[in-house]
């Protein structure tokens, strides 16, 4: 088959190299230095598993500038661009997914079915589908980590597919047929339903951290041991000793739009659990800032602004909103961020030379311990318990 992906991010990277091993897969980018690099069998984002199947593995994937060599006699439309929550419309901004839409439809290729794979609002394709008079989309929600994106398309916990007919089925064994692990669960609905999975599982998500950092908050301040209740609380079976290890607050790609789309799904209908989840993580955010500032720091550190182990992406990330909390009261802030290569972001000195960096802070703020800053451990702040993400 052919196969177009619009956008190559986590999600539309991995979608296309995992369904290049065994299809013609053209990806679609605006960007020509990213297309540039797939070309060149490198890829722009940092995951192990898409860098070594790109050095290493025979894959039919070729990236282009131009819509049209991507989309003609394409048999499958991944649609995997950027859908950003805007904060004043309270709704994610789909103008992108819809640009795609329309140079489909303009294609006029009757053939060709569109899959979304971008987080959308619930309801989204069926209004798509009245708005543009087209029948050929349904929305397949992934659910993939940053930095182990094509691992988990790989190995995917589940398949979910939001249309129940014969192209469905299709595109279910295209990811089936892809993936290395053999048995694998693939559940269909229809594309409502499978844009309301999307969104309440990645709130539950974001529920679970909020739980364990407001459990960390509670045992902080009544100077109680924060592990060994967790490590109680989660013998319990039914909640399970993973995903519990206190941070900054949740951020990244998904979970801070998500839960406030959601919320914004909430419009009309009774809740009280959904709206805490959002705003439990300003809280946490909050509690973290007077907690460093108890100490008075002179100069503020923060190591690294991507918050999870093995990623290049600090979108979204919780220090962000601590470095402005800690700006607002004042407070020197420098950041060591070896991705960035620039002296400054949000107005704070960037310093890529660690040991300098180092020496300078007071205080070492650090939501993930690593090897390279253990040997000044008296002065960073953390709240990585398991070493975990």
């Known amino acids: 088959m052919k196969i177009a992906v619009a956008g190559t991010g ?38 192990e598993y898409i860098e070594d199947y790109l050095k290493n593995k025979r894959l039919n994937l070729k990236a282009t500038l131009d819509y049209k060599e991507a989309f003609n006699d394409a048999d499958f439309v991944i ?39 971008s987080t959308i609002p619930v309801g989204f394709v069926e209004s798509m589908k009245k708005k543009y008079n087209i029948d050929n989309i349904f929305f397949s929600p992934e659910f993939l980590r940053e930095g182990k994106a094509l691992y988990d398309n790989l190995y995917p916990s589940r398949i979910i597919v939001g249309e129940k007919s014969a192209r469905a089925k299709k595109f279910a064994d295209l990811l089936r047929e892809g993936a290395l692990k053999e048995e694998v669960v693939v559940k269909f609905t229809d594309s409502t339903e499978a844009e309301a999975i999307k969104l309440f599982s990645n709130t539950f998500l974001a529920l679970r951290i909020a739980y364990f950092n ?8 009544k100077r109680l041991n924060t592990k060994d209740i967790i490590d109680g609380v989660c ?16 951020g990244g790609y998904c979970l801070p739009k998500d839960t406030k789309q959601l919320l914004a799904n909430y419009k009309d209908i009774p809740q009280n659990l ?40 600090f979108r979204s990330s919780a220090i962000q909103d601590i470095i402005n909390n800690l700006k607002q009261k004042g407070k020197n802030v420098i950041i ?54």
């Open 79 to 117: 649609i995997s661009t950027p859908t950003n929550y805007d904060e004043v419309t309270n709704y994610f901004d789909t103008s992108l997914v819809e640009d795609i839409i329309k140079k489909v439809k303009e294609i006029n290729n009757p053939k060709t079915t569109m899959v979304i794979k």
């Open 235 to 250: 013998l319990d079976p039914r909640i399970g000793n993973y995903y519990n290890n206190p941070s900054f607050g949740y």
């Open 336 to 389: 060591y961020e070896p991705t960035l290569k620039k002296e400054e972001f949000n107005g704070c000195e960037i310093i890529n030379d660690l040991e300098k960096f180092k020496f300078e802070s007071s205080i070492i703020m650090a939501n993930r311990l690593e090897k390279e800053i253990e040997d000044v451990k008296e002065k960073v702040y953390t709240r990585d318990l398991f070493s975990t993400d």
């Open 274 to 313: 959904i709206e805490a989840i959002v705003k439990s993580n300003k809280t946490r955010k909050d509690f973290i800032t007077d907690d460093i500032l108890i100490n008075n720091p002179k100069i503020v550190g923060i190591y690294r602004l991507t918050m999870k182990t093995g990623s290049d992406n």
């Open 10 to 47: 986590y999600v539309g990277l991995s979608m296309a190299v995992l369904l290049s091993k065994k299809n013609e897969v053209v990806a679609l980018d605006v960007i020509p230095e990213k297309v540039e690099m797939i070309n060149n069998k490198m890829s722009p984002i940092r995951d």
């Open 214 to 221: 407001e459990l960390d908050t509670y045992a902080e301040l």
